[in-house]
């Protein structure tokens, strides 16, 4: 044992004492020492704890050295990686548990015995499991039931971080626990009473499991209302804050405990916001818990909306707040757009809450208050009121996006008519909400507005007297380029590009980075239109890459980066050829050069080299040895995450920091640097952009980029991360099926054997972790990626999968659907809430089409399987039935029912001769949806028709008269041609022609039939089907059926007409080959068929034949 060590935790406790007190030492040294002590008695973990214990008992002691000990008692016993509480033998836990119970009541000291509850709340949530405390709940019901105020707030403290880990221990206690909380928020004259009792409170609503549970505990929230009153009127503010907090929570996990009380609760909320007088912190977070409960729409759908005067009174206090800015001169004299000198915490508040409040209630809620308000504002004298109105417009357009779409006049006309304000700051507002409507309004304010706002925005970077007004302009430019066509910018682009290369040249710094900003844009937006000013913007870009580099100018610098290599991209590499080796020459050098941690070149470099890769192609290869180390290393970072206490005083520095995003859960506050994520995100796209693009090229780096991407399925941090992992799986099978094909990866190909036995390695390491990972992906929109790349790799690979891996996809696929039905089941249940309103419906139907996109894909998946295992599928077949034909259920959602039978439709179509066993089961209800109401079922169940006409040989042949009188049905039909149902007919026009011609032994009238058939042509609207259709009818004229000409040819005429348009409409209705056989069937046409013609079509005969 060191012999420092045997000293403190020998026999006399005040060595131990003073190590505890040298902990807090200012010195540097001597803390380090003390620490140094202090880790290497952890070595004797029974003897240190009862030392710490010991220092708590300690009278002689003074309060630091209780205080640290606490602290570090709680550290090692439960903070500390490695815990020292498992390596205690009992007689040592029995002391620490009795002496923390004992403690509690002993401490004068307030911030330590907190610290002490905190320690045995802590302790309690890690050995609950073992039951191994039964003095607790006994202690803590005593503690609460004392007259000791004291006792009672030491008791609600330990309860409220108890309950999610005791529930199954407190559920018999729940009646006398809700009288003891109900007496203290209600009765107690202590204040900290009441706020410990509300913490216990809010804590237990949070997790009450269900609704009666909720209902017995409903009667506390006006006693939880009337601590926070209590509080404001007696001045204590940090108590009133502490209480809002907790009531933010309850708010956000549990909003419909507030249902019962909503007009109250919401009432005295908005009169916290209202106040003035009251600090801003306070008002925030009164502003803080309507904005939460607002959102918090899956629990609570459309409660907010029905609440009389909320949205108004909301606005006007947030609008109120907007004019809490000041014209000061840092924020004229900035070198960099995000200077916001002269906005306050208020004005910050109110950006962002109207921003949320528009998207959780909506435009249609929201939109009315706003447009009675902001006329007075955009034209009261006061700038500050026209500026708030500009930037509230900005900041509700994403969420009022459709409602304000039909009122874009008003509102472009309000904003373009303050371009010409005297006052620069509403300028700047006024240029900051066209980039905000370009992105939430586009591409209708680009296509209907262009005329107005483009020479507004060019006229703008005409205010040399305000370079913070021609930078904005500038950035302005890319908002609106990128949902504008190219056709929109090519009137402009001679202006445009004069004006921005005028202020590369003489503009302040940050005008010349929002040049080069403004020019990539216009170049990426413009394409083909931008090669008649590639000589002349070109050498301005590489004017600035070779000589901007000054630390001041290193972003100047990174935007000449990005600008060149999109336009590059944009004229494509014969153009670009000559400057893209000088390019990247300097590229190459630039990124040899050290950087500082703080310089994004690297950032704007990545990228750039992906799109010269995209520019160039194989051409880039060379560069790829440059390139992928620092990509590689970038993709590979780990995030930086901090987990701390909330009360943790160190942890605090993370929220000021912008790069670092914080999150609080329960006591825990997490930090997670986005910087990192967002460097991270980008890089595994670049490696996603480089192996679609250089294909088999991609080969040196397919192994490393796999064992990369992989594990970053399951990034649950970033969801571009996954986004990238999932779509670079399919292309990086990809390269290396085309590496082996071509002879590109010939270690692996010497032999057949050996390429068959790399693709299937392949196979095995990249496709069951895409399966796996379907189930536990949080995001709907990533599970339709993760689906689409699975169904990529199935058709690129799939034959290499072994059965037991099928039998995995098609379990996981499975689930899949059963976990959409369970979202789909939530929302329906959202449906039956009493608050549920149109709005909502919409914001549901929304959720529900992405849903729509799940199935779609598990279908397209599934679908695949079939295409590539064909009859060897069956055993999976069988098993996937029955699960199908639910699908297929009418009390199943109109889409799954598609999909459903889209699958039966993939089986007929390639499970050969297997497929007839499964015709019993499923060709009744295909029969009985030919004729749905829906027209996308009718399509789908049509066309599967044609499909077992065609492969289903006699197995079908019993079913075709039914099927005829269910196709005549759809065809001639009233609506038949309408823009709903055309498609459908469509298909049962094609499933007539192929039972015409596959089912000819069938008892029906197949001359009948064909003349319906000929009659309709051609199909027009589904263009697969118009070509099965066209080359059939080809078909039939080379064989001269006499079926199809009629008698005396009298159907040549409708025919010739059939085949002029199918070859006026290009490959759209016809292959190439039907194109060449209807070409050549109307230049035999007999001279005198030809002459009896009408003359139009005479005219388009010849046209046609000679144009051929």
Not at 424 to 452: E, K
């Amino acid at each position: 044992m060191d012999p420092a060590v045997a000293i403190v935790l020998g026999q006399d406790p005040a060595p131990f004492e003073q190590l505890l007190q040298r902990l807090l030492s200012p010195s540097n040294d001597d803390r380090g020492e003390a620490e140094r002590i202090f880790n290497l008695c952890k070595q004797q973990p029974d003897a240190l704890i009862l030392r710490l214990v010991g220092a708590l008992q300690s009278s002689a002691a003074g309060t630091d050295v209780r205080t640290i000990g606490a602290v570090l008692l709680r550290r090692v016993i439960t903070k500390d990686s490695v815990s020292l509480w498992p390596q205690l033998n009992p007689a040592t836990q029995a002391t620490v548990k009795s002496e923390l119970l004992a403690s509690v009541q002993r401490e004068p000291t307030k911030a330590i015995w907190k610290k002490q509850c905190d320690t045995i709340a802590e302790l309690a949530a890690g050995i609950v499991e073992t039951g191994t405390w039964p003095e607790l709940l006994p202690f803590m019901f005593q503690c609460v039931s004392s007259p000791d105020d004291r006792l009672k707030e030491a008791s609600l403290l330990i309860f409220a971080q108890l309950v999610h880990f005791f529930q199954a221990q407190l559920k018999p206690h729940l009646p006398t626990l809700h009288n003891v909380l109900l007496q203290c928020l209600s009765q107690s004259a202590n204040p900290d009473v009441r706020i410990a009792a509300l913490r216990a409170a809010a804590n237990f609503v949070e997790a009450l499991e269900t609704p009666e549970e909720l209902t017995q505990f409903q009667d506390l929230l006006p006693g939880m209302m009337q601590t926070l009153n209590l509080a404001l009127q007696s001045k204590d503010e940090a108590s009133a804050q502490e209480a809002l907090e907790m009531l933010i929570e309850v708010a956000g996990i549990e909003p419909r405990y507030m249902r019962k009380q909503l007009t109250d609760v919401i009432a005295a909320m908005l009169q916290i916001a209202e106040s003035t007088q009251l600090e801003d912190a306070t008002r925030h977070l009164a502003i803080e818990f309507l904005i939460t409960l607002a959102e918090a729409r899956e629990r609570a759908p459309g409660m907010m909306r029905k609440v009389p005067h909320l949205v108004g009174r909301l606005f006007a206090v947030l609008m109120a707040m907007l004019l809490d800015i000041e014209d000061t001169p840092e924020w004229h004299a900035a070198n960099d757009e995000e200077e916001d000198s002269g906005e306050s915490a208020n004005y910050e508040v109110a950006q962002e809450c109207l921003d949320r409040l528009a998207i959780s209630v909506g435009g249609n809620t929201v939109l009315p208050v706003a447009s009675q308000a902001l006329p007075a504002y955009a034209s009261d004298a006061d700038w500050k009121k026209r500026h708030a109105a500009l930037v509230c417009l900005a900041q509700i357009a994403e969420g009022c996006t459709k409602v304000m779409s039909k009122s874009l006049e008003s509102v472009v006309a309000m904003v373009l008519a303050a371009f010409n304000d005297p006052n620069p700051r509403v300028r700047w507002a006024a240029i900051n909400a066209v980039g905000q409507l370009s992105t939430d309004l586009g591409p209708d304010l680009q296509q209907q507005y262009h005329a107005r706002v483009l020479p507004a925005l060019i006229g703008a970077m005409d205010d040399g007297a305000n370079p913070r007004v021609q930078a904005h302009a500038t950035a302005a430019i890319l908002n609106f380029s990128e949902a504008a066509t190219p056709e929109i910018m090519a009137p402009y682009l001679d202006q445009l590009l004069n004006k921005l290369l005028h202020l590369l040249q003489f503009g302040k710094r940050m005008v010349q980075e929002g040049s080069l900003t403004a020019i990539a844009a216009i170049a990426d937006c413009s394409q083909e239109h931008f090669q008649k000013y590639y000589d002349g913007v070109m050498p301005y870009l590489k004017t600035v890459l070779t000589q901007a580099g000054d630390k001041e100018q290193r972003m100047l610098r990174a935007k000449a980066v990005e600008a060149i290599s999109l336009v590059g991209m944009a004229v494509g590499k014969d153009k670009f050829r000559a400057d893209a080796k000088e390019v990247m020459e300097v590229l190459v050098s630039l990124q040899a050069a050290p950087m500082d941690d703080d310089d994004l070149t690297m950032s704007y470099m990545l990228q750039a080299w992906a799109r010269l890769c995209k520019c160039l192609g194989a051409e880039f290869l060379p560069f790829m040895h440059v390139v992928m180390p620092p990509l590689l290393h970038s993709a590979s970072l780990k995030p930086d995450v901090t987990i701390s206490d909330i009360d943790d005083d160190t942890a605090n520095d993370d929220d000021d920091d912008d790069s670092v995003e914080t999150i609080t859960i329960g006591d825990k506050k997490i930090g997670i640097r986005t910087s990192m994520l967002e460097e991270k995100a980008t890089a595994c796209n670049m490696l996603c952009c480089y192996a679609d693009e250089l294909k088999e090229g991609f080969f040196p780096w397919i192994d490393q980029v796999a064992q990369l991407m992989v594990p970053l399925l399951k990034f649950y941090f970033h969801e571009e991360v996954r986004k990238a992992a999932a779509q670079s799986i399919p292309e990086l099978l990809l390269d290396g099926k085309l590496a082996v094909e071509k002879g590109v990866a010939p270690a692996v190909t010497v032999t057949a054997e050996g390429e068959k036995r790399y693709l299937k390695q392949m196979v095995d390491f990249l496709v069951p972790p895409l399966v796996e990972v379907l189930t536990k992906e949080p995001e709907v929109e990533m599970i339709v990626v993760m689906l689409e790349s699975l169904q990529e790799c199935i058709q690129l690979g799939g034959a290499e999968l072994s059965a037991e891996q099928v039998g995995q996809v098609v379990a996981q696929l499975k689930a899949v659907v059963e976990g959409s039905r369970g979202r789909r089941k939530e929302r329906l249940e959202r449906t039956q809430t009493e608050d549920f309103d149109e709005e909502e419906s919409e914001l549901l139907d929304e959720e529900n089409e992405q849903e729509d996109e799940v199935l779609d894909q598990v279908g397209d998946c599934i679908g695949e399987l079939m295409r590539v295992f064909k009859a060897s599928f069956k055993p999976f077949a069988d098993d996937l039935a029955p699960f199908v034909l639910h699908m297929m259920d009418k009390s199943r959602p109109s889409t799954e029912r598609r999909v459903g039978i889209c699958i039966f439709d993939d089986l007929a179509e390639n499970m050969g001769d297997a497929a007839a066993s499964y015709f019993p089961a499923f060709l009744p209800h295909i029969l009985e949806a030919v004729l749905d109401p829906l027209p996308e079922i009718r399509q789908s169940a049509a066309y599967g028709i044609g499909i077992c006409a065609q492969h289903g040989g006699a197995a079908f042949t019993p079913y075709v008269p039914d099927t005829v009188a269910r196709l005549g049905q759809v065809v001639s039909s009233a609506d038949s041609k309408g823009e709903l149902s055309v498609s459908a007919t469509d298909n049962a026009i094609s499933a007539l022609g192929r039972l015409c011609e596959h089912q000819a032994q069938a008892p029906f009238d197949s001359a009948h039939v064909l003349s319906v058939w000929l009659a309709y042509l051609p199909i027009r609207e589904d263009r697969a089907e118009a070509k099965v259709a066209h080359a059939q009818l080809c078909g039939l004229l080379e064989r001269s059926d006499p079926r199809i000409l009629g008698p005396n040819n009298q159907n040549l005429p409708h025919i010739v007409g059939v085949l002029l348009e199918v070859l006026k409409a290009g490959t759209d209705l016809a292959t190439e080959e039907t194109a060449k056989r209807a070409v050549t069937l109307l230049r035999s046409l007999p001279a005198e068929i030809v002459g009896a013609l009408p003359p139009e079509q005479q005219a388009l005969l010849q046209q046609a034949v000679q144009s051929a």
